[in-house]
């Protein structure tokens, strides 16, 4: 792994083996960018890659030369004003009214390892040699600010990690609207925009779309990432599949508003930026000021989208997931909340644990209305005691008893809510985000805690903390299930007001931070109604994170499907729930809901005394299936094979990293009358060995890679004995041996 710099040319080339990154000092002293992609041998000179030519109409940077146009150059972290009219990476309004900058190479360093990003998650590296860091510093004269910009490469990962500071060394006074964390001219568009977008129960769908000219973009203005956009894009050339073909993605490890977007100018070239989106952002950057963008990712590819996500899920599952569950497979856990909603006791509470610790499972998680007078959703968040009439004993006591059945026991929260029935909003009615004489507005009957202000995070950190060091809690659910509006904080004056979504973001990490760290014992698991905050910075305090409120099983194809495009099995929250399902009322079998949701943290969401004693045997035999291989499935290497989004059919696996078991899950939504024989073709497998399936047959690892493994059942003809009848909403899981 090398950080070349070329003094005679002013050339950068951060280089690995697996991906080349170049750019270069420009005539005016800003950094231009020249190449990202596969590796390139080093050399002194890429001057020929700038490409600058004298156009019409152009405006240049220099009096008497045509040729210097930032319109037409490739830019590294693009200023605003001065001869480029595309959007700027930074944008900086001063006191006099303008917002034009320039800033100048002043010098650079290149260290080992990786710095961490004060008060933001950040990919890390763990040992000496794993990863190189490159900081370089730009300043604008005028202004005496300085920008420093960071590249991290990792060894051997065709990975760069960037964010961006800005420090005001000057007198001025100056107010930051735009700084991305990463931005990317592209020297052509011939590219396919890719996003994750949906809503509510439906988080995460994939959605494909060329570039064009214009600007192409996702974004959340919600206060949160969002179950709407997912701050991950991908650019993929046309053709290119899960094997083959040059993709990058774009991840930012954040989880507050986000923009990301493509911009493709008249003459083709394309600009990607990606990091808190400039709408509704003003940051005050008074003298003496630094504002840390958070971290962007890119991932390159040359083996399309299945290694880009492969290259993600690595580094997510151990280089930004944290703490002591990191590299631990994940309970079973069962999760009261569609099996009692709030209408429970601590006995009903009881008898569902331990129906499923008969059956193995090892977590019972209390979800919502445990707390406060909470006993719908009118009443009750923040207000973190138990409530007296539902758990006479407590948590604590309800913990002893849910340890004694000889399981680890979970709690709900919901930290950053109050209802206005709180004694917390009772006591601080100004600790709500909310817009001095104007109305509120609310989501799910409640207000939103003003994180921004440290008392606020402090006072719920204490609740909090009393809770699970006084009771043995072993996991915590953390929810949040309003977007916010009103982003007001009474805390701030007027000139900082369009810093409270992002201070309220970094309030929640702090929040998180104080906890993993007192608790490192704790598993968390993130949740914002589902999947609306289910994104990388979250990922670095909660290594899973509940993916949907939709627990169809059909449904949840899409959703997992879409997730694993960036993310990895171990982090997505996955459960079986009861029919008819609560949220599409559809019916599937039992066997297909295990089956999906095993590609996950898997867990149950039902009260399984409901079940009859043969369901009940299946449920213990799903339960024991996966003790056995969730050490694979969650932390082996995930291939997509048959997408939802085309057809009938999905298909995954995973392959342990000897390769010498795979697992496959395949899934048909609706069953077919004297359909089509039918093989899917498996991927990493080791074409040497032969695999037994299902304990049977064997294949070779070259056949089932080549000609595919054959999942022909009933549904192409007739039944044959002690064949099982194909049904719509049917399933299998392949487990291969070498
Ligand atoms: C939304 C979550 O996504 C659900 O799983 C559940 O915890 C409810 N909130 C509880 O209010």
Redesign the pocket.
Known sequence: MSIYYHENTKTFHLTNGAVSYLMKVLPNGALGQLYFGQAIRDREDFDHLLEMRCRPMSSCVFEGCGSFSLEHCKQEYPSCGSTDFRHPAVELRQPNGSRITDFVYRSHTVTSGKPPLEGLPATYCEADGEAETLTVHLEDELLQTSLYLSYTLFAGQPVLARSARLENHGGLELHLTAAMSLSLDLPDSGYEFVHFSGAWSRERHMKVRRLEQGIQSVESARGHSSHNHNPFIMLRRPGADEERGEVLGFSLVYSGNFLAQVEVDTWDTARVTLGINPFGFDWKLSPGGVFQTPEAVMVYSCQGMGEMSRTFHRLYRSRLARGQWRDRPRPILI?N?EATYFNFTEDKLISIAQAAREDGVELFVL???WFGARCS?LAGLGDWVANPDRLPGGITRLAERIEALGMKFGL?F?PEMVNKDSDLYRAHPDWILHTPDRRTSFGRNQLVLDFSRPEVVDCIYNMMARILSEAKVSYV?W?M?RSITEAYSAALPPDQQGEVLHRYILGVYRLYDRLTKRFPHVLFES????GGRFDPGLLYYAPQG?AS?NSDAVERLKIQYGTTFCYPVSAIGAHVSAVPNHQVNRVTPLSTRADVACFGTFGYELDLNRLTAEERAQVRSQIAFMKEYREVIQFGDFYRLLSPFESNFTAWMVVSKDRRTALVGWYRVLNEVNGPYRRVKLRGLDPALDYAVDGGVRRGGDELMRLGLLTTDSAAGERQPDEPAACDFDSHIFVLKA
């Open positions: 999760n909340w979800d919502d209305g959703d709900w919901e659910k929810d299930n949740c914002a109604s589902g509940w409120d």
